[in-house]
């Protein structure tokens, strides 16, 4: 009965191993490298994603906010693309003024990552199919990071994003 386990723990290993070098992208060293070009809007693609390995991920620095309070907030999009059917994680990550990550908020498309950030304010413009284009959600970020906030996109519905 030990020598089935182990054959088939063996086995396992052997398949999942080769795998593991094919994982993301290490997620802190391609930051760092978007945080230090400190390209406003511009979209950095590391990796190459194909239906039968790789993966991707679409990295877009927003810029910087200055708090009421002297605290200072760089903003990023994140899309991973990965997977057999092209999933995607997308996020909103968050590092301090010494490009240390603090967080992110998980959101469920691309089409609702914020597009830009004026003046202290997250910009997020309506491009879902589904959505309403005339409606743009804004989030001020001058007292600090909301623990949540609300996104529309249609009739008073949308989506409640968290701050992890």
């Not at 030990?2 to 060293?29: E, H, M, R, T, V």
């Not at 990295?59 to 200072?72: D, F, H, I, M």
Request: aromatic share 10%.
């Amino acid at each position: 009965m030990k020598k089935l386990f182990y054959i088939k723990l063996l086995a396992s290993l052997c398949i999942l191993i080769p795998f593991s070098g094919n994982s993301q992208i290490s997620n802190d060293k391609i930051q760092q490298i978007v945080l230090s070009k400190r390209l406003i809007g511009k979209k950095i693609i590391f990796g190459k994603w194909t239906e039968t390995r790789g993966t991707e991920t679409h990295l877009t620095y927003l810029g910087r906010v200055k708090t009421n309070e002297g605290k200072t907030y760089k903003i990023m999009n994140s899309t991973w693309i990965w997977g057999l059917s092209r999933r995607s994680t997308n996020r909103i990550l968050i590092f301090n003024g010494e490009n240390q990550y603090l967080g992110n908020y998980t959101v469920g498309v691309d089409t609702d990552l914020p597009t830009k950030l004026i003046n202290k304010i997250l910009i997020f413009q309506n491009t879902n199919l589904h959505c309403n284009k005339n409606i743009v959600s804004k989030i001020s970020l001058k007292n600090g990071l909301p623990k949540e906030f609300f996104k529309e996109c249609t009739n008073g519905y949308g989506d409640i994003y968290k701050f992890n």
